[in-house]
């Protein structure tokens, strides 16, 4: 896209220069920007949860909607996350495209039964005679010091529901991508932000709209001796965990999932068909986390190419602690470098 009024500056005609085609964005950034694009898009979708509209949400994720798209598509609602999420399925069921905001991963307990019984199972229960295009998207995960019931990553207890697709990107770029691919998407999709890189860093991302396939995951590294499997906030320990043992001659490849239902297996399984040794990282417990489904699909479908047993690494299988002890919690690339060298040394 070109600017067409020439610059002008004592009478020296300067040639039309071109707009820059990407800008570099925090992850939030890119949350914001996917909502507004889709706004403008199509004018079903809208957007709800407690202080969305003229407070921009808690985390600023909705700044400016309220201002561009009124308070007809940008809705403050009370703070009642099960009438939050009930409204939503209405709306889809309406003909909409509802964005629905939980503020923390741990206040969606109260609406799990509208998404559990209602989103994920409307379009089977109907016999596609209805669809449920909805998001519900919220932050999760640890690393902000918050007080209790902030921090959870139960994201496997969604994974385990049949009907829903979970989302869970790690850049600015991917966030941008997949948003607008939930939204288009004509079943419930869960939108887990990780609040923890929220505004850690920035990234180029194209300034016009995009998608990002759901259900593909992306090989971020290619190596030969070991793969590196995450998503989300623990992407970052682990491409640490992944330079530090490059330091001594280890080649990891490294998987970002980005989504977890329905999960790449095709891609999982060829990465480890060649290394022969896997690790998982997440930040929920590690009793009950995805990593455990990763390695039964690993098991299942590529045994006999593993050389070592598949290396979980994830959260202690205890609540959430209080701040002083996250740094301690949350897998950390120490952690991730020790299960890389015991998967290498068996």
Known sequence: MLRTEPITGNDRRVAPAEVP??????????????????????????????????DGGVFRATEGLYEAFGAERVIDTPLAESGITGTAIGLAVAGFRPVAEIQFMGFVYLALNQFFCHAARLRNRSRGRYNVPMVLRMPYGGGIRPPEHHSESYE????????IKVVIPSTPYDAKGMLAS???????????????IYRAFREEVPVEPYTIPLGKANVVRVGKDVT????????RPTLEAAD?????????????????????????????AKTGRAVVVHEAPKTGGFGGEVTALLNERVLMHLEAPVQRVGGFDVAFPPALLEDYYLPHRARVVEAIRRTLSY
């Open 21 to 54: 085609k990407t800008t570099r964005m925090t992850l939030v950034q890119a949350v914001t920007r996917a909502l507004y694009e889709e706004m403008e898009r199509d004018p079903t979708v809208l957007v709800l949860g407690q202080d969305v509209g003229k």
């Open 156 to 163: 496997a207890l969604f994974v385990a529901t049949p009907g």
């Open 182 to 196: 939930a939204i288009r998407d004509n079943d419930p999709v869960l939108f887990l932000e990780p609040k923890r």
């Open 228 to 235: 590196l499997i995450s998503y989300g906030a623990m992407m």
């Open 244 to 272: 530090a043992v490059a330091r001594d001659g280890v080649s990891a490849e490294v998987v970002d999932l980005r989504t977890l239902a329905p999960v790449d297996v095709e891609t999982l399984t060829a990465s480890v």
